[in-house]
């Protein structure tokens, strides 16, 4: 039993997975996704699945978070790269 909660609780590698458990989905499938949730919203301003991304580090800089933790999230080998964000 605290074996299966234990197998539960740990962190999965992606926080979305595609159709086959542990596998991501793929850039098409995002792209729909995105598509439809901005179509939904009536959003006529054109988004990107890049605009999101930007999107969501700002919003973890605005709220605090150390900028070396959101360059390691975002896959960034140079603080350069994430410069855009100050």
Same mark, same amino acid.
């Given at each position: 039993?605290?074996?299966?909660?234990?197998? =539960? @609780?740990?962190?999965?590698? /992606?926080?979305?997975?595609?159709?086959?458990?542990?596998?991501?989905?793929?850039?098409?499938? #995002? %792209?729909?996704?995105?598509?439809?949730?901005?179509?939904?919203?009536?959003?006529?301003?054109?988004? =990107? @699945?890049?605009?999101?991304? /930007?999107?969501?580090?700002?919003?973890?800089?605005?709220?605090?978070?150390?900028?070396?933790? #959101? %360059?390691?999230?975002?896959?960034?080998?140079?603080?350069?790269?994430?410069?855009?964000?100050?």
């Amino acid at each position: 039993m605290i074996t299966s909660i234990l197998q =539960t @609780l740990q962190a999965k590698k /992606r926080l979305f997975e595609g159709q086959t458990p542990g596998k991501q989905y793929s850039p098409i499938s #995002i %792209q729909e996704v995105v598509k439809k949730a901005v179509r939904k919203a009536g959003i006529k301003k054109k988004v =990107t @699945l890049h605009w999101l991304r /930007r999107s969501y580090a700002t919003h973890l800089l605005e709220s605090g978070t150390d900028l070396r933790y #959101i %360059q390691e999230l975002l896959g960034h080998s140079s603080s350069k790269t994430i410069d855009i964000y100050m």
